[in-house]
């Protein structure tokens, strides 16, 4: 996942509105958001090499979504798979503080990472490489391959788009989300970050949707959570051809 762009609390009608997408090489194998037959209660794809996931919800309001801390020179070959966080705070029960503190004990564990977390009672933050928030406050947010609302062109052009959307919206459109998420395009030069790869492709990441022939947005994600509890979640998940995306869409919760 190298992108999610999120609103917490900063809607009338939801709670929290999510759009990220994730990244990867299409060669890694990958299924498809869907209930995990290991864990009946989750929903969320799956990286299908190391079993664990970018993005996923449970059916009692859990939520977890994870991003790579890019900077090649500190990695680390057979560090433990960062989707393993994503999907053990999912899977498991353990509260969001004692996930943190778990995260805060043993992150470094794995290479860097940003991971978001959290139930129907908030939402928190952490990154390995010094950042936490906990609880996250209410607003629009975004996060890529840095710490959280680095204003890399790509998360402050989401940001923008995400708010210019829910100010005008009083529901906003799942395709209006899907919309924000499909953009391609790239950022000047000038502004680039630069995270220890080449300016090839430091360019090549700058959009919020990225194509190349062997690496890209590998799926996109839409998430929201009313005040009733009520979940939408919509997936699109792409294997280098994007005019056919495979979507997968589920409505559950909500008191009757």
């Not at 009672?121 to 952490?126: D, E, I, K, T, V």
């Not at 890399?152 to 459109?173: E, F, I, Q, S, Y």
């Given at each position: 996942m190298c992108l999610i762009l999120f609103a917490l609390d900063a809607h009338p009608r939801y709670r929290l509105v999510l759009a990220a997408n994730r990244d990867e090489f299409y060669a890694r194998p990958t299924a498809p958001a869907a209930f995990w037959d290991d864990a009946p209660h989750v929903l969320a794809g799956r990286d299908l090499t190391a079993n664990g996931t970018w993005c996923g919800v449970t059916g009692d309001g859990r939520i977890a979504a994870v991003t790579n801390y890019r900077d090649p020179g500190t990695h680390r070959v057979g560090a433990r798979s960062r989707g393993e966080l994503a999907?053990?705070?999912?899977?498991?029960?353990?509260?969001?503080?004692?996930?943190?503190?778990?995260?805060?004990?043993?992150?470094?564990?794995?290479?860097?990472?940003?991971?978001?977390?959290?139930?129907?009672?908030?939402?928190?933050?952490?990154?390995?490489?010094?950042?936490?928030?906990?609880?996250?406050?209410?607003?629009?947010?975004?996060?890529?391959?840095?710490?959280?609302?680095?204003?890399?062109?790509?998360?402050?052009?989401?940001?923008?788009?995400?708010?210019?959307?829910?100010?005008?919206?009083?529901?906003?459109?799942?395709?209006?989300?899907?919309?924000?998420?499909?953009?391609?395009?790239?950022?000047?030069?000038h502004l680039l970050p630069d995270t220890g790869v080449s300016l090839d492709w430091e360019r090549l990441l700058s959009p919020l949707f990225i194509t190349s022939p062997t690496y890209g947005t590998r799926s996109s994600t839409v998430i929201l959570m009313d005040r009733n509890g009520r979940c939408t979640f919509v997936e699109r998940s792409y294997n280098g051809a994007t005019d056919h995306p495979r979507t997968v869409e589920y409505r559950f919760g909500g008191e009757s």
């Open positions: 999907a053990g705070f999912l899977a498991g029960n353990a509260t969001p503080a004692r996930w943190l503190e778990h995260l805060q004990r043993d992150g470094h564990d794995y290479n860097g990472f940003n991971l978001i977390f959290g139930d129907g009672n908030g939402l928190h933050y952490h990154s390995n490489r010094g950042a936490t928030a906990s609880p996250l406050a209410p607003g629009i947010h975004g996060l890529s391959n840095h710490l959280l609302d680095t204003p890399w062109p790509k998360v402050a052009r989401g940001r923008d788009a995400l708010a210019r959307l829910l100010a005008t919206a009083d529901d906003p459109a799942v395709d209006d989300l899907f919309a924000i998420l499909a953009d391609r395009t790239p950022a000047p030069d």
